[in-house]
């Protein structure tokens, strides 16, 4: 194990395609045959709550016939072993990463955000306000913190800011490491990610199926399925 240092991790999409959890197919602009514009923006969601609703609770019934895989474990390895700060910060909306720490408890210095969003939560259209909600939601799903609101999908839509971006930008100006595992790198903020860290100093490590057009900005990039790369590289920082 390295000396005490600090560590940011991005993962992807393709950090949980292994685990059977649907990615967007860029070849045909499909996502769960419909197209984002349809199902994920503010816009869609006042045009046609009813569709909206239905996609996300298919996405959140899907969830418990899926897995956390080996990458995810293996960063949940790492993350209770890691002997400095440890961010994870995922843009995906499934629970994979909080059952696979949840099964291995991460040391006091870890801490994991979910910048899009989360399928098993939902807020309130009014106050912002966000709860546990692990089933259907309604169309006009009554919001228990005003008695004006309805409760939506807790999802960062297409035009939304993502979560704790002050908090994810302070941990890259001061992170040694920096590691992005099955993002495309093409959708900002998070595509910026790499640049911040360089900034800091960091040593940045790209892990993906294939090589992403930010390759580049990286000084290693690791290409193979996530589930054996993963286990592989965080095998080597802990020796």
């Known amino acids: 194990m390295p000396d005490r240092r600090n560590l940011v991790i991005l993962t992807g ?5 292994e685990s059977g959890v649907p990615t967007f197919r860029a070849d045909d602009g499909l996502w769960m045959g419909h197209r984002i514009e349809d199902v994920a923006t503010p816009e869609a969601f006042a045009r046609d709550p009813a569709l909206v609703q239905d996609f996300y609770n298919k996405r959140r019934r899907h969830l418990p016939t899926v897995h956390p895989n080996a990458a995810h474990h293996a960063l949940a390895d790492l993350a209770a072993r890691w002997q400095g700060d ?3 910060v995922t843009q995906n909306v499934d629970d994979l990463h909080d059952r696979a720490h949840a099964a291995t408890p991460p040391a006091p210095g870890f801490e994991l955000i979910h910048m899009h969003g989360e399928l098993l939560k939902a807020s309130c259209t009014r106050t912002g306000r966000v709860c ?3 089933g259907d939601l309604a169309v006009d799903e ?3 913190h005003h008695p004006q609101g309805r409760l939506r999908p807790h999802i960062v839509w297409f035009g939304e800011m993502p ?8 941990a890259l100006a001061r992170c040694d490491l920096f590691v992005s595992i099955g993002t495309s790198g093409a959708v900002y903020p998070a595509a910026g990610f790499v640049e911040l860290a360089r900034f800091a100093g960091a040593r940045t490590v790209e892990i993906n199926l294939e090589p992403t057009a930010g390759r580049r900005r990286f000084d290693e990039g690791l290409c193979g399925p996530a589930t054996e790369i993963v286990p592989a590289f965080v095998e080597s920082l802990q020796t």
């Not at 999409?13 to 395609?17: C, H």
């Open 13 to 17: 999409a393709g950090i949980s395609a």
């Open 86 to 88: 440890f961010l994870l």
């Open 132 to 134: 546990d909600w692990p």
């Open 142 to 144: 009554a919001s228990p």
């Open 163 to 170: 979560l704790q971006m002050d908090r994810i930008e302070a």
